[in-house]
């Protein structure tokens, strides 16, 4: 199922709705990298609250969207990783290197905002 | 007993991750284990969608001694086997697009870990994990 990505001022918000295949993760990846340079945007943010299985591959194509969103000169938060899920990843030795969080779209929201309060 | 499950697509793995969930919840396993059993199943399922392109997974409750309930996770393939089981056992170790964090990764997250494989003949991988 294709993650439907809303636009939000200047930030782009990824709000996943079911599982995920590895095609689907993929899909978005390319899906993400596009729309923040067709909309100008200055973030997106990932909402990862349903997923109940975060692998390797997963962590991966977050790192992934997360470095190509970077190289087009934006910035990735992703947020609502869920308790049992940040065990497992921890248990698999996943990180997401320096990837920013949130606890929830509120948090990254908040989050981007303050970040974009430069002095 | 279950029917074995056919592994040769991303939405075979996420069907596959499913079932586990849905039968460790049945066996009473914890939310937590019952994350971590579906996510030990999508990187054995991965495993055979990359390396073999078609295999199966068999999920099925099992009875240890004193009454212990679990899980028992089957993933068998006729791939072209692993040529170095001590390496492939290793974090960081892959051939493939891997993170190689899979195979040593499930091995941490179940109690009983077992994998045989024959360069040419396929790969079996077998798990236990106990209801705490």
């Known amino acids: 199922m294709r993650v439907p990505i809303l636009k939000q001022g200047d930030y782009l918000i990824a709000s996943i709705q079911s599982a995920l295949s590895d095609e689907d993760l993929l899909q978005l990846r390319d899906d993400l990298a596009e729309q923040v340079g067709r909309f100008r945007s200055r973030a997106a943010i990932v909402d990862v609250t349903v997923l109940d299985v975060m692998d390797s591959f997963a962590v991966r194509t977050v790192r992934a969207i997360a470095h190509m969103i970077r190289l087009r000169g934006a910035e990735t938060v992703i947020v609502g990783i869920q308790p049992e899920v940040a065990f497992s990843m921890v248990q698999l030795g996943l990180t997401l290197g320096d990837v920013a969080t949130a606890l929830d779209l509120e948090e990254g929201l908040a989050y981007l905002n303050e970040q974009s309060r430069v002095p | ?132």
Do not use: C, H
């Open chain 2, 1 to 132: 007993m279950e029917l074995p499950l056919t592994i040769s697509s991303g939405a075979d793995i996420v069907a596959a991750r499913q079932q586990g969930r849905k039968l460790a919840l049945q066996l009473g396993f914890s939310d937590v284990d019952q994350i971590v059993i579906a996510t030990v199943i999508s990187e054995v399922a991965r495993n055979i969608v990359e390396y073999a392109k078609q295999g199966e997974i068999r999920l099925r409750p099992v009875a240890g001694s004193a009454g212990k309930k679990g899980i028992m996770i089957v993933a068998e393939d006729r791939g072209p086997g692993i040529t170095d089981l001590v390496q492939a056992m290793q974090v960081g170790y892959s051939t493939g697009r891997g993170l190689g964090l899979g195979l040593p990764g499930a091995k941490r997250m179940v109690d009983e870990f077992d994998i045989q494989s024959s360069q040419g003949k396929g790969t079996i991988v077998t798990m236990k994990k106990w209801v705490e």
